[in-house]
């Protein structure tokens, strides 16, 4: 299992990013998949999940509604949409598959003026 995320950066408050993992190794179609962040404090949150085919999404209580998950089953990728970026939103954002209980290395999101 291989999960690979791209998309981190810098960004100021009120901005947007998109992230995305591709995955590989295992039938993503059929994978529930997740996105989650750890502080600097080494805080750890799912953000969002969505199910094998998109059916079922949720989404951490403090990014809903400015967050969006979702995936591309023919190009084994899910990704993360985020929108009005605050600081409490820095984090670095791992991937998953919790069926594989496989994580990506990881994206840096930094928001700051």
């Known amino acids: 299992v291989q999960l690979v995320e791209s998309g981190g950066g810098l960004v100021q408050p009120g901005g947007s990013l998109t992230l995305s993992c591709a995955a590989s190794g295992f039938t993503f179609s059929k994978s529930l998949m997740t996105w989650s962040r750890q502080t600097s404090e080494n805080e750890r949150d799912l953000v969002a999940l969505i199910s094998s085919n998109g059916d079922y999404i949720n989404y951490l209580d403090s990014v809903r509604g400015r967050f969006t998950i979702s995936r591309d089953n023919a190009k084994n990728t899910v990704y993360l949409q985020m929108n009005k970026l605050t600081p409490e939103d820095t984090a670095v954002y791992f991937c998953?598959?919790?069926?594989?209980?496989?994580w990506g290395q990881g994206t840096k999101v930094t928001v700051s003026s």
């Open positions: 998953g598959a919790p069926a594989f209980s496989s």
